[in-house]
């Protein structure tokens, strides 16, 4: 059963909510995901970040609220949402035992694909994905970066028009983050929509189009990386006092410039002040201290990031690189 889902949304979520006995994992959730953009989704461990994406990808049934993905409702037509999207998890959903390329094939078949279009599509994605040449070893074998790569190119077999990346570069090094970085910017780059759960902010400020704040099951913040940082108005001013200067009168010097009390760090010998950035601030106040006697080891200015955002959203920061296996929502994944 097809749905309209409205001004040309691939997810569309109205008022979801889940419970695990007396835990209320999902409480009212709503957003869009427009069609061919990624929106992020954000929350410290057990915001409802996975429960969320589990009741889209069919894996639990919603207790109240709608959900429409591809045009299906998740509960009327779960068959059909399930052959419009892409899953992957958290934990690489991988035989370790069969080759990169057997596994592929063996995920196409499954999928409905022939025996030549499965091995055929199974080459494009081992070619793409960087894993040719690892293709006929045994999965136990791969790095964590290949694994999850692999695990992507799994869930892009059947070419699915949506696709869900839940955490999907947890525990991996810089240089596979990076990589894993490019290739999900090349499926947006090919019309691919993307709903990315992570708990990385710079991942979402990368990536996404739109994020979405999940904290305690209710969305509480929706915009633009530029939109949610603009929640917190102007920037931070630090400088390093050089050993021997007077930190108070640097920190009364700055008062000229600042839009609030100044902190002082008598250990690092920094001076912060909140500021309203405008051109050349920074030499004024650089030219300011050296008229006042002050010789400064540094001199920077710091624009809102997500993490100030989420602090301030939140009153705490997402802890980053956490084991994934706390991000459980307060349930056990489900089996199967």
């Known amino acids: 059963m097809s749905v309209s889902n409205g001004g040309g949304s691939a997810v569309s979520v109205r008022g979801l909510k889940k419970r695990f006995g007396d835990f209320e994992a999902l409480k009212g959730v709503e957003f869009d995901v427009p069609a061919g953009t990624v929106v992020g989704v954000l929350g ?150 993307l709903l990315l759960t992570t708990q990385y902010l710079e991942e979402a400020d990368q990536l996404a189009d739109q994020i979405v704040v999940i904290d305690r099951g209710v969305v509480i913040a929706k915009g633009t990386p530029r939109e949610l940082k603009s929640v917190l108005s102007g920037a931070q001013l630090e400088v390093a006092v050089s050993a021997g200067d007077d930190l108070a009168t640097a920190a009364l010097v700055l008062g000229d410039f600042a839009t609030g009390p100044a902190t002082i760090d008598s250990e690092t010998r920094h001076v912060r002040v909140p500021v309203t950035t405008r051109s050349r601030l920074a030499t004024e106040v650089v030219g300011a201290l050296t008229a006042a006697g002050i010789d400064l080891d540094d001199c920077s200015i710091r624009r809102p990031s997500l993490d100030d955002v989420f602090l301030a959203l939140t009153g705490h920061t997402t802890p980053q690189g956490a084991d994934p296996a706390d991000e459980a929502d307060g349930v056990p994944a489900p089996v199967g």
């Open 44 to 193: 410290p461990n057990g915001a409802g970040k996975t429960t969320t994406v589990r009741v889209l990808a069919t894996l639990l049934e919603p207790d109240g609220g709608e959900a429409v993905v591809g045009g299906h409702d998740v509960r009327k037509d779960p068959a059909a949402v399930r052959r419009a999207i892409g899953l992957t998890g958290q934990y690489a959903a991988l035989d370790e035992f069969q080759s990169g390329r057997d596994n592929l094939v063996m995920i196409g078949r499954l999928s409905g694909l022939g025996r030549r279009a499965a091995r055929e599509r199974s080459e494009e994605l081992l070619e793409g994905f960087d894993l040719a040449e690892a293709a006929g070893r045994p999965v136990k074998g791969y790095s964590g970066g290949m694994r999850r790569r692999l695990d992507l190119a799994a869930s892009l077999v059947a070419r699915p028009r949506v696709l869900f990346l839940d955490e999907p570069t947890t525990g991996l090094d810089p240089r596979s983050r990076n990589v894993m970085w490019d290739v999900i910017r090349d499926l947006v780059a090919d019309g691919t929509t």
